[in-house]
């Protein structure tokens, strides 16, 4: 039932997205966020989702949150608009950040000073983030009850980590009938040791659990956050190596589908322990572009000369803005190198994930494609910020739609006919 005193703008939204979408907005506030009466929130993100975005603001407020909202063009690194935004949750310190904002490379990179600002002015705050959220899944994806979900997402979590040091290994095929095998292992404590003094320091003062099974299920946790539409168990793997047909797939990096295929090819660095993407090869002309798209999106190479003094003044000033004074040499040195690690770590393969939600039935191009059920795809760069020990100044996606993959030598995800055996009975 609408509502008489729905004001002008949210009238205005339900006549152009329809009444589906609002209530799709609802739910996110209401059933994802658990906002409550007098809770500080955050609603941020791009104009290409400010419909959304207002329809946020507005059940938040209506629920009773203390609600701040900020729409803006991009929050590219380095730039004045993510600046606005580090600055406003600063001051606002909120409680929930809900974020939604384009899919592409520079946004995705620039969110990470806002999740450090969040982390840094409220340590229990929770953040839902929604890169290149679609209307159809904002209408669609959020269920009214999410329990099934969540219920999917942790069950695949915990036999996974009761499989904990188990092989895996995914087989594809490709158009020739060529098969193809990637192997890694399931992590476990002997992991966990060896990686213990890059891991996340917890409240307690202790490491945090950086190589158990995590699950992706909507549910509110503080301190912490999640991606939505939600759906997926993950996890980073141990000494991946081989090669993978990926087609039909997606690369969400700023990039698109696949269509003829490509060979990504994987080798375990034993140096670092990380297993790094170390060729990609399209089979035909279609997807070569796309292919040069993810070499340079994974591109460690170092910059040298100008675009190391460049990159250095840029370190300076992003300090000088954040501390309100001159950084020191020394200061800078110690960013700098930071970033340069982060440059070297852009080809690791920081997570496998699992899909699980079934409402899922496709997606293009975006985020929402890792959470349809029986498909996996593998993190790549950046996983300190959620739960890992892989420090990179990106992070993006490939999602495999086709192939099998087994874990201690049993089938554990059929993504040819859709269905993983143990959820799908």
């Not at 959470?371 to 999602?399: E, F, S």
């Amino acid at each position: 039932m609408i509502e008489a005193e729905e004001p002008a703008h949210i009238k205005d939204i339900r006549k152009k997205k329809g009444s589906d979408f609002l209530d799709g907005a609802r739910r996110t506030v209401e059933k994802v966020a658990k906002l409550q009466p007098g809770e500080k929130v955050l609603i941020a993100g791009t104009k290409s989702h400010e419909h959304f975005l207002r329809a946020l603001h507005y059940y938040a407020k209506k629920l009773g949150a203390d609600s701040k909202l900020i729409i803006t063009d991009h929050i590219r690194e380095g730039s004045e608009e993510q600046e606005k935004m580090v600055q406003a949750v600063r001051e606002h310190k909120p409680d929930v950040l809900l974020f939604a904002l384009t899919n592409n490379l520079d946004d995705t990179t620039g969110r990470f000073a806002v999740y450090d600002a969040v982390n840094s002015s409220n340590p229990n705050a929770f953040t839902i983030t929604m890169p290149g959220i679609t209307d159809d899944a904002i209408r669609r994806y959020i269920p009214e009850n999410p329990d099934t979900i969540r219920l999917r997402a942790n069950t695949l979590a915990r036999a996974l980590n009761e499989l904990r040091g188990k092989e895996i290994k995914v087989e594809t095929i490709d158009h020739l009938g060529g098969r193809h095998v990637m192997t890694a292992r399931i992590p476990d404590g002997r992991d966990e040791e060896r990686f213990r003094e890059h891991a996340v320091i917890g409240d307690d003062g202790k490491p945090q659990q950086i190589f158990k099974v995590h699950a992706d299920d909507q549910a509110r946790r503080n301190g912490q956050f999640i991606n939505l539409p939600a759906g997926e168990a993950y996890f980073q793997p141990i000494g991946m190596e081989g090669e993978a047909f990926l087609a039909p797939g997606t690369i969400v990096m700023d990039h698109g589908v696949v269509k003829e295929g490509m060979i990504i090819k994987v080798a375990h660095d034993k140096e670092t322990g990380h297993s790094r993407v170390v060729a990609v090869n399209p089979i035909g002309e279609e997807d070569k572009e796309l292919a040069q798209k993810l070499l340079a999106h994974i591109d460690t190479t170092p910059p040298v000369g100008d675009k190391l003094e460049k990159l250095k003044g840029d370190v300076r000033s992003n300090l000088k803005r954040a501390f309100g004074r001159d950084p020191t040499d020394e200061e800078v040195e110690n960013e700098l190198q930071e970033r340069l690690e982060k440059i070297s770590n852009r080809n690791v393969i920081a997570e496998q994930g699992i899909g699980i939600n079934p409402l899922i039935k496709s997606a293009s191009g975006n985020l929402i494609g890792e959470k349809i059920n029986a498909t996996i795809h593998w993190g790549i760069g950046d996983n300190y910020k959620d739960y890992g020990i892989v420090k990179a100044d990106r992070h993006g996606d490939i999602i495999f739609t086709k192939g099998k993959l087994y874990i201690g030598g049993k089938l554990f995800v059929d993504m040819d006919n859709r269905v993983i055996p143990l959820l799908d009975k």
